[in-house]
Every structure is written in C-alpha cells, then in structure tokens.
C-alpha cells in the first residue's frame, strides 16, 4: 500500500521569549504577557503531538518573531498593523515595542531564515523520496483575538484553510472527518490559505500539498474530557491521510 509522507507544522504554540524581546518593551509587562495569552496556540503542540509524524515546532512565541508572515512588508497584509515577522503592536493596535530597522534585520537573518531553511530541508527531503509529502498547518483560534468584526460571526469549531491549488479530494476528506467526529467546518473562514514551504513557492511540486487546521480554542480549553476527544480525532485523521490517495 502506497503511504503519504506527513509533516505538522506548529508555529505559533510557544510563549517563550528571549530577554533581548523585553528591552524593546515600552509598555507595563501585563500588556504584554495578556497578549501573548491571547494570540498563541495553546496546546496545539500536544494536540498535534503524536510522535509517528515529523514535526517542524517554533520555540519562541510569534509575537517575538512570526515565521508564517511574508519577510517583506509589502507581500505582508499584517506588516501595516504593526503585526508582521516582528510585532511591536498587540491585536488592538496598542504599540507596546520600540523596534529598530537593525533590530528587525537580526531577527530575519537569525531566526526567521534559519527555520525556513530548516522547514525546507526536511520537506525537501521527504520529496526525494517520490512519495507524496501532505504538510498540515496546526493553529488555534478565539473570538477575542480576531481584528475583523466581519470574521467573529458564527464561528466554526474548525476553519480548514487552503490555497487556491488546493487538492479537493483532500480537504473534502478532512472536512468529512471532522464531521463526523461531531465538529462543524468552515473552509477559509474566519482565516485562509495554508503555510508553503518559501523553496516551494516558485518551484512548485506536485507530489506537496498542504492545508491549515484552525482549531477553535472553545471546543477544548479548559476541559481534559473534550481536549482528549479533539485529541482523538486529530489522531485518526493522521493515520487516515498516511494513505490517503491524493
């Protein structure tokens, strides 16, 4: 039996920041702390944690760097929010860092690059193999952090997000999983797209394909029963989609 090549990417699930982080802060510590709070993945490294997979994990939280925004300003829709690779505004347009071209330029060349590169090796790797490599992209979501009051309404327990050369037989097989686990999908709402590997953006492979996973933060915090059942069907989705034909 022919077996996909599965790769979960987690990056938003840390919070923690290196000390030069704070010497930029202009603001009382609890702003920033409250904000960290709110916007990061919380838990989706354990719920994605199965160890039968290869996994690419950022080990800092995405208010000190954020490896899914574009490195240049102009391709970043966020950047003009003052939340692009490096934030210094939170999601309510409250300027809480002072950040200096050299500042941002470090973090780029230090950080960013080299998770992309690392990010690119090991999908690069799995892609010699000729077989096909699925990427998923594991997020969270909460009503609280979203910035447009257009995309608070009905919100789902899961948002399935793709490109516009997504595999439809893919994201209908996902979306029917859910379902069945007893979840209600939307796809690309309230966000969209999918994380690409930056090697893979202009040279494009057909044997890659990738999807996000936007998990809503109310079907599982605080609540070890409906986490372990979240938890539950992730993992069948997983072993599902090793052979998966796509």
Same mark, same amino acid.
């Given at each position: ?8 990417? $987690? ?11 704070? =010497?930029?802060? /202009?603001? =009382? ?27 690419? !994990?950022?080990?800092?939280?995405? !208010? &000190?760097?954020? !490896? ?28 809480? +860092? ?5 500042? %941002? ?19 690069? /790797? ?19 952090? $979203?910035?447009?009051?257009? %995309? ?5 327990? $899961? ?11 893919? /994201? ?21 797209? +999918? ?12 044997? &890659? ?5 936007? /998990? ?31």
């Amino acid at each position: 039996m022919k077996k996909n090549n599965l790769i979960l990417h $987690i990056p938003h699930s840390s919070k923690k920041l290196p000390q030069k982080f704070w =010497e930029n802060v /202009i603001v =009382e510590k609890n702003v920033v702390v409250d904000f960290i709070n709110a916007i990061t993945d919380i838990d989706t490294d354990k719920l994605f944690g199965s160890n039968l997979y290869k996994k690419v !994990v950022f080990p800092y939280s995405r !208010v &000190f760097c954020d !490896v899914e925004k574009f490195e240049k300003e102009s391709a970043e829709p966020m950047s003009k929010f003052g939340m692009g690779v490096v934030y210094f505004k939170t999601n309510k347009g409250e300027q809480f +860092a002072q950040i200096s071209l050299e500042y %941002k330029n470090n973090i780029i060349n230090t950080i960013y690059k080299p998770y992309h590169k690392k990010l690119d090796e090991k999908v690069n /790797i799995m892609l010699k193999g000729k077989q096909k490599v699925i990427m998923v992209d594991c997020h969270s979501f909460s009503r609280d952090i $979203i910035m447009f009051d257009d %995309k608070k309404i009905n919100l789902p327990d $899961i948002c399935l997000g793709y490109n516009s050369d997504y595999n439809k037989a893919l /994201i209908e097989k996902v979306k029917a999983h859910f379902e069945k686990c007893g979840y209600n999908v939307e796809e690309n709402y309230p966000y969209d797209g +999918a994380m690409i590997p930056n090697s893979l953006i202009k040279n494009k492979n057909n044997n &890659f394909t990738s999807f996000m996973l936007e /998990i809503n933060k109310s079907i599982y915090e605080n609540n070890k029963s409906n986490f372990e059942k979240l938890k539950k069907c992730i993992n069948s989705l997983l072993k599902e989609l090793k052979t998966f034909d796509i």
